[in-house]
């Protein structure tokens, strides 16, 4: 087998004196994806960082594809899209830009962009469906379409990873399951691991391979199909919690076409 894409063994992060996070440990395939989820103040944005070498842990060992996490961090193995990553609606940059940020990265001061950067800028765009918007305004965009080339924008660091923070808050219904679709599709078309940070246990059982439920403690983890039990989620969430999945196979779901 393959060594997995993210393994966390025992790990254990603390701020200061206050334990965030105790004993955690689980893996993530490559190829996978895999949703953290758990209520704000979880552990859930500390976890992610530390997976990405941004943060220390007390104890325990993680490694991403087989590395300590902070000997990848210029490497551009990871793609990143942090919570509330909005940009100012009135800053002068438009959707070709936006995501050609990501090609300077590892340019000298003044160095221009290459004939391999921009054909990797318009690459990315087409791959989030965003290439015919190229000259529009970022801050004109929707909230999907803005999650679209931010997508794009960590695309082009060529990511065997991609690490999502809360990525569809601020989206409707609909620009959700749009978002979640596409993250499928980059998965199944380019053999993405992607891992995904989330407080909305219903919405994302819908498109994940695994849960991992978190608040400091890891209560469940596995395939959101499995049942999980109501006393893990009461210790996530803090109170009973129930969630319906319907396969488009089911007796009922068949019932009401």
């Keep these: 087998m393959s060594t997995p894409a993210i393994v966390l063994k025992n790990v254990w992060i603390r701020y200061n004196s206050n334990v965030i996070l105790e004993d955690i440990s689980f893996s993530v395939e490559k190829g996978e994806i895999l949703s953290i989820v758990g209520p704000n103040g979880s552990g859930k944005t500390s976890l992610i960082r530390a997976i990405m ?12 594809m087989g590395s300590p996490p902070v000997n990848l961090r210029k490497s551009g193995v990871i793609g990143y899209l942090p919570q509330g990553n909005m940009h ?29 950067d921009r054909g990797n800028v318009r690459e990315s765009l087409e791959r989030v469906e965003m290439w015919d918007y190229r000259g529009h305004h970022f801050g004109s965009l929707s909230g999907g379409q803005k999650q679209r080339v931010l997508i794009a924008r960590a695309l082009a660091l060529r990511p065997e990873i991609l690490i999502l923070d809360e990525p569809s808050t601020g989206l409707d219904a609909v620009a959700q399951d749009s978002f979640y679709l596409l993250l499928r599709k980059l998965r199944d078309e380019q053999g993405l691991t992607i891992l995904m940070v ?58 009401n076409r």
């Excluded at 070498?53 to 991403?64: A, D, H, Q, T």
């Excluded at 050609?100 to 000298?108: E, L, N, T, V």
């Design 53 to 64: 070498g941004l943060k220390e842990i007390w104890k325990g060992e993680i490694r991403v």
């Design 88 to 116: 100012d609606s009135g800053f002068p940059v438009n959707v070709y830009d936006t995501v050609a940020m990501a090609r300077f990265s590892g340019k000298r001061f003044l160095e221009r962009l290459d004939r391999d």
């Design 198 to 255: 989330s407080h909305d246990i219903g919405t994302v059982s819908n498109i994940v391979d695994r849960l991992a439920c978190i608040k400091q403690k890891i209560h469940f983890h596995g395939r959101p199909d499995e049942c999980i039990p109501s006393d893990a989620l009461a210790k996530v969430f803090g109170r009973d919690v129930y969630f319906v999945k319907h396969d488009k196979d089911c007796e009922t779901c068949r019932g």
